[in-house]
C-alpha cells in the first residue's frame, strides 16, 4: 500500500510539473504573439543587466589570476632549478659557498612565501566573491518562472469575468489561484529588487582591495628578491676577484674538408685591467676571416641560432639584416665550416642520394616533396589515430546512457529544490544532461537531466528526470 502510495504522489507530481510546463509554454507563446500582455519591470531588468556583466567581470578576472598564480609557480620551479645548478657547479674549496647555498634557500623560501600569500589574499577572497553569484542567479530565473506563473493567472480570471456566460465558483478559483500567484512572485521579487543593488555596489571595494592586495605582495616580493640579487652578486665578484686570471679560449675545431688554420693566442690583458671575458665558441660555427675589419658581426651563440622543431604549418622565418650579412661574411671565409642543423620542412634537403650512380628524372623532386611533407603526415597520422580514439570511447560510453544524452556535469554546490520539476544536488553529484522535450520550455540558465546514480538504479528516465541550474555544475564530459 505504501508503495502505491507513493507511486500516486510521485505520478501526481510529474503531472502538476507537465501542467505547469505547459501552462508556461503557452503563455509565452501568446506573449510573443501579441495576444497576451506581459508584466515588465525596467529597473529590475536593469539591476539583472549589471548583474549579468558583474558576474562575467569577476569570472574573467577569476581566471586572469589563475592564470597569473600558474606563472608565479612555474617561475618558482625554474628558479629553485637554477639555484640547484648553481649550487652543484660550486666547488668546495671555492670561497662563499655557503653564502651561496643561504641565499638558495632564501630565495626558495621567498618565491613560496609569495605564492602562498596571493592564494590567501587574492584567491580565496575571489572565491568567495564569485560564491554568492549562483544562488542569486538561479533566484532571478525562479522569478521569471513565477512571473509567467502569474502573468498566466491574470490573464485566467481576466477571460472568466469577461466571459458570456460566467460561472462563479470558476472565477472564485481562478481569482484565489490568482492571488496565490501574486504572492510568490512578489516576496521573490521584493527580495531580489534589494539584493542586485546592493551586491552591484559592493564590486568597487571588491576590486580595489584585490588589486592592492597584490600590487603590495609583488611590490614587497620584488624588494626581497632584489637584496637577495645583490647578495649572490657580491659573493660571485669575491670569487671573480680570487680566480679571474684563469681565463681560458675555447676554439672551434676545424672540419675535414676545411684546411686549419694558424692558432693565434689572445694577448693577455694589461696589468691592472678588468680580465677578458672568455671567447666561447662552439664547432659548428665558423669562425671570422681573419681579414675581415674589427667592426666585422661577431658570430651569435648557438642558443640565438638554434631552430625548433617543425611545427605545422612550418613559420616562415625572414632573417634579419645582422644576419644577412654574417652569413656574406662566412662565405668568403676560407676555413668555412658549414653550419650543421636539421632539415625541416621550410629547408629541404639540396643533395639527393644517387644510387649507382645515375639519378632517376623526378628524383629530386619526389625526395624534395617527401622531406617538406613528412611533418603535415606525421601529424595527420597522430590526429586520426587521437580522433580515433576519442570515437571510439564516445561510443563505448554511450550504451548505457539514457536516451538523447548529450554530456555530463558534475554538481559543484549544494541545490535545494524549491519546486516540483527540479533535481535535489549535492555537491559531486554527477548529472546526465538530455534534452528538453519541448524546446520552448527551456529557461535560460537550466538544464534537463537525470542523476547518474538514479538512472544506474532505476533507468526510468520519467520519474528520475529534472531541471537544474546550470551555473551549480561543470561540465565533466
Known sequence: MAEMGSKGVTAGKIASNVQKKLTRAQEKVLQKLGKADETKDEQFEQCVQNFNKQLTEGTRLQKDLRTYLASVKAMHEASKKLSECLQEVYEPEWPGRDEANKIAENNDLLWMDYHQKLVDQALL????????????????????????????????????????????????????????????????????????????????????????????????????MSKLNQNLNDVLVSLEKQHGSNTFTVKAQPSDSAPEKGNKSPSPPPDGSPAATPEIRVNH????????????????????????????????????????????????????????????????????????????????????????????????????????????????????????????????????????????LKAGDVVLVIPFQNPEEQDEGWLMGVKESDWNQHKELEKCRGVFPENFTERVQ
Not at 516576496?187 to 555596489?201: A, G
Not at 564516445?394 to 529544490?417: E, S
Open 125 to 224: 577572497t575571489m572565491d568567495t566573491y564569485l560564491g554568492q553569484f549562483p544562488d542569486i542567479k538561479s533566484r532571478i530565473a525562479k522569478r521569471g518562472r513565477k512571473l509567467v506563473d502569474y502573468d498566466s493567472a491574470r490573464h485566467h480570471y481576466e477571460s472568466l469575468q469577461t466571459a458570456k456566460k460566467k460561472d462563479e465558483a470558476k472565477i472564485a478559483k481562478a481569482e484565489e489561484e490568482l492571488i496565490k500567484a501574486q504572492k510568490v512572485f512578489e516576496e521573490m521579487n521584493v527580495d531580489l529588487q534589494e539584493e542586485l543593488p546592493s551586491l552591484w555596489n559592493s564590486r568597487v571595494g571588491f576590486y580595489v582591495n584585490t588589486f592592492q592586495s597584490i600590487a603590495g605582495l609583488e611590490e614587497n616580493f620584488h624588494k626581497e
Open 285 to 424: 660555427e665558423p669562425e671570422p676571416a681573419s681579414g675581415a675589419s674589427p667592426g666585422a658581426t661577431i658570430p651569435k651563440s648557438p642558443s640565438q641560432l638554434r631552430k625548433g622543431p617543425p611545427v605545422p604549418p612550418p613559420p616562415k622565418h625572414t632573417p634579419s639584416k645582422e644576419m644577412k650579412q654574417e652569413q656574406i661574411l662566412s662565405l668568403f671565409d676560407d676555413a668555412f665550416v658549414p653550419e650543421i642543423s636539421v632539415t625541416t620542412p621550410s629547408q629541404p634537403a639540396e643533395a639527393s642520394e644517387v644510387v649507382g650512380g645515375t639519378q632517376e628524372p623526378g628524383e629530386t623532386a619526389a625526395s624534395e616533396a617527401t622531406s617538406s611533407s613528412l611533418p603535415a603526415v606525421v601529424v595527420e597520422t597522430f590526429s586520426a589515430t587521437v580522433n580515433g580514439a576519442v570515437e571510439g570511447s564516445t561510443t563505448t560510453g554511450r550504451l548505457d546512457l539514457p536516451p538523447g544524452f548529450m554530456f555530463k556535469v558534475q554538481a559543484q554546490h549544494d541545490y535545494t529544490a524549491t519546486d516540483t520539476d527540479e533535481l535535489q
